[in-house]
């Protein structure tokens, strides 16, 4: 009897050490998060939903003199309880000029008119990635990862939002775009407001 319960033991530890993965489960695990896949999927099947509803960028501005709390809470998004917030929004207007690093546009609006810089050289930082707040930290299971779909959306749009703009654009053009931009809520200023582009067009009269 003793030996037949030490038998039925070992087959119970056996068969509870014992497990099957599918081979395609067990290959994504060996290669690890792909942070460009995830970013492409992103770009393509989340982000153009978001951006669909972006806030006019003068209406925004023009909801800030007015109820700032409101502008914040609507329509901003970010991963901490900081000051620092993303907005998506969209425009369009004037290209004033065509510089080095930016394109500066007077915005056409039934709002504020402003003029905003289109960043066409320096893109960097989170604010696409959380200006939706679509993309949650707790899908990830480390920081880096996260980090890493920062850095392939940003290259997304240095190498296929930009290029062909710039190979066009020019002083007086008529365009429209969107983007996200980073505001801090406790001090607020809207003075060279840096729109990171996700889409960018010139109209064509």
Known sequence: MKYIASLLLVAVVVYNSVYFKKLNEVKAEAAGFNAANYAREFWNKKLPEHTGKAIEIGQLLALFQTD??????????????GNVKYFLVKGSGIVQSVDENQVSVRIESEKEKPEVFIATEYVFGNAVRDASGEIDINEFTNSMDFNNVSAEINKIIRQKVIPPFRA???????????????????????????????????IKE
């Open 168 to 202: 066009q654009v020019k002083k007086g053009d008529r365009i429209s775009f969107s983007g996200a931009i980073e505001l801090n809520k406790e001090h607020l200023s809207t003075r060279s407001i840096e729109v990171i582009p996700i889409d960018l067009r010139i």
């Open 68 to 81: 700032k709390e409101k502008a914040f809470a609507d329509y901003s998004h970010a991963l901490g309880i």
